[in-house]
């Protein structure tokens, strides 16, 4: 038995789930039940991996646990982008090698793929999830040549894309910051809270598929060739179980000091009047992610909510998975700074929503993906890509698990290494975080 198992929440109202109505959650488990699959955490990976399960195993029962509700996570807390090309976190440009993003970009592709269908198939509203591509946007001269050397990459590997000089990007975002950008065409772009909350309902509505909210898993223990899964209510006892909770899997006892976790920040504005988004100018719906990888995030959304910008910036090395208030006010003094950098017209315009999330990275790049014990399955450390690559683990952890002979969707995946062990304390966490602030300080303009 592996007792205590803890759950610490984000902080922060992310503004995703700020903006949308008010929900009825599903209930928290409060009785003892059996199922042939549990998944725990209800965030891209467990969603996914669920979805997976009842179109390989239509009769199957299947239970979703999640600790807290369904959108609140990190899955909500993203900045909306599901990402089909090379998105490599440490690189200088996000390219990696050639053999290696050839099959990422197939990979991904069919992630994207299942989303959508998961979109259409339960009549989600158009604004969770668009496939209208992207921009990698440069405000330095480090960040152009980031730019053309990524879009060299891209040639090479056939894929679209065209390079924006300074006016197209003006044209586009309203604002005169950026020196170029680069346009990709793959990405979707979605609302978070919103993409998951509808999968869950969704999922929720076959009849073998249970999802329980506020129900945090505390122990988990084999009873016989099964498993029993603890929570405060009830507990439920699975043939199999999927762990889709991402860098929480350390609390499981698996990949300990093998995972590295990193909080980022995200603000979002009020609504935009009409005479603000005037001044503004430019498309209604853009995304921005950076040339640099640790610089800013940018989004403009103009649905249900409103007309209102995103600014996402700042890296913390967090290994106890606790959050201080004061790392979300350091945090958005850096984000009004990169606000009114790049929409001064708009400097009145106040931050409506603040809020921290998490993500898991290994020292290698590898996923915390595969049986970590009989009929247990990790779909874990999506290394900085959640939403993709959180579907992508979900997908092949629930393919692992069924009993069914199957035709894999992810074909091209490769079991590779494990997460390389970390550095020892006390040189780890120093040595993370002056990494993480060199890193954001050669962002420069970037940020």
Known sequence: MKPEISYQPDSGVSGWTGILPNRSPHPALESDREADYCVVGAGFAGLAAARRLLQLDPKASVVILEAS???????????????????????SSYAGETHTDQRDIKLNRRAIDFVHDMVSKFNLPEESFRAEGKMNGAASQKGLRA?????????NLGEPCELLDKQAMADITGSSYYLGGLHSPGTAMFQPAMLVRGIADGLSVFENCQIYEQTPVQAIH??????????????VLANKVVLAVNGFV????????????????????RELTNSEVAALGGADRWGITPSNPFGS??????????????????F??????TLVDNQIDAAEADHLKAFVARFPMLSQVPMEYRWSGRLCLSRNHAWALGEVAENLYSACCQNGLGATKGVISGIIAAERASECEIKSLMPEFQTGEVPQKLLPEPFMAPGARVYLKLREWQAGKDK
């Open 222 to 235: 084999k009873q016989g060739d099964r498993w029993r899964l603890s929570t405060p209510g009830g507990s």
């Open 316 to 321: 913390s090395y967090d290994p106890t998975l």
């Open 147 to 155: 730019n053309q050397e990524y879009a060299e990459h891209l040639n």
């Open 250 to 269: 350390e609390n499981f006892g698996y990949y300990q000091k093998r995972l590295m976790h990193i909080t980022l920040y995200g603000s979002m504005t």
């Open 69 to 91: 509700q369904v959108g609140s996570g990190p899955a909500g807390r993203n900045s909306g982008f599901m990402i089909d090309l090379p998105h490599v976190l440490s690189s």
């Open 297 to 314: 995030t940018v989004r403009k959304i103009s649905d249900s909510g409103g007309h209102r910008l995103l600014i996402r910036n700042r």
